[in-house]
C-alpha cells in the first residue's frame, strides 16, 4: 500500500471541529428531548409561561436538581429561552408548538421517537451491514411504530384532505359521493382516519403487515367513532383483500416494501377501472446530489436504518426513503399502470398519481 500525503487546512480542520461539537449536543440533547416529552416538561412549560426548576419540578412530579440540569440543556440549545436576571425559564409558543402540541402541523416530537428506534437498532444494523441481510420493519423497538405515527401524523393533517387528495384527477368529488379507499401499509392509521373524517359518506380499508400497529389503528378508529365506516386487517401488500376500490394509497411506505412492483401490481389488479393510485413518498431528487441537504440528510438516515433492512429482508430491491420521482415512475409503469404524474408536493413529502 501506497501514503497519500495530504496537507490539512488547519482553519478547514477547526471549522469541522466546531461543527461536530455542534451535532455532539445536538445528538446528546436528543435524549433530553424524549424525556421531556415522556415526562410532561414541555406541556408544562407551555402552559406556565416563566417558571423557575423548583416550579417545574413541583407541577411535573420531577426532582429538582434533575430539571435544573436539564433546563439549562435545554437554553443552550435554544430549545427555551433564560432570564437570568429572574432565574426563569420559559418555553416560546414557536418552540411550544413544535415540542408541546401534539395536533400541531409543526410537531417533531414524533421524530425524536424515531431516532430512539434508531438507536436501539445500531448493534442489529453493524451487523447486517457486514452480512448483507435485513432487519424487518417489525422487529425494531416498539417506539418505532407510535413514533412513526408521530412524525408523519402532523404533514398529514396539514396536508392531506386539503391539498393531496384534491391535487388528484376527480378523486374527491368520489369520496363526497361515497368511494371505497384502501390504505396499504397504514401503521396506527393515522391517514385512514383522518380521510374517513373529511369524508362520511365513504368506506375505508386499512391494511398492514405489523398485527399491533393495526391493533392501535382499531383503538384509534374506535376513539373517532369510525369503527363501523373503518376496518383494519393484518395484510401483506402484495396480497391484500377487497376490490373495486375507487382509491388506493401508500403513505411513505412502497419505497421500503419488499416487493414494489409486486405491490403496484396488487393495487392494479384492486382497483376500479377508472380508480386511482396515490402513492405519498418522502421527498427526493433522482440523484444523490440532489439530496444533500437537511431533509435528504434525515431521510438517508433513516433508510439506512429502517428502509432499506426491512426490505433487504425479503431480499427485496431496496428502493430506499430517497427513491425519488424516477424510480417510482419506474414500479408503476413495470406495474402496468400508463399514466403516471407528480401531483403536488411539500418540503417533505412528493405526492403522485398512477391510473
Known sequence: MTSVNRTIDAARLDAFIARVVGELGAAASAVLVRIGDRLGLYRAMAEAGPITPAELATRTGTAERYVREWLANQAAGGYVSYDPGAGTFELPPEQAAALATEDSPASVQGAFQVLEAMTQAEERIAKVFRTGEGLPWGAHH??????????????????????WLPALDGVTAKLREGASI????????ASTVLMARAYPRSRFFGYDTHPASIDAARARAAEAGL?????????????FPGGGFDLVAHFDSLHDMVDPVGAARRVRDALAPDGTW????????DRIEQNLNPVGRLYYAASTLICVPNSLSGHGPALGAQAGEVRIRQVAEQAGFRRFRRATQTPFNLVFEAR
Open 142 to 163: 416498539p417506539c418505532l411504530f407510535e413514533g412513526t405515527e408521530r412524525f408523519f401524523r402532523p404533514g398529514y393533517a396539514a396536508n392531506l384532505v386539503d391539498r
Open 278 to 285: 396515490m402513492v405519498v413518498e418522502p421527498a427526493a431528487g
Open 182 to 189: 384502501a390504505d396499504v401499509g397504514c401503521g396506527h392509521g
Open 227 to 239: 369503527a363501523g365506516r373503518v376496518q383494519f386487517e393484518v395484510a401483506d401488500a402484495v396480497s
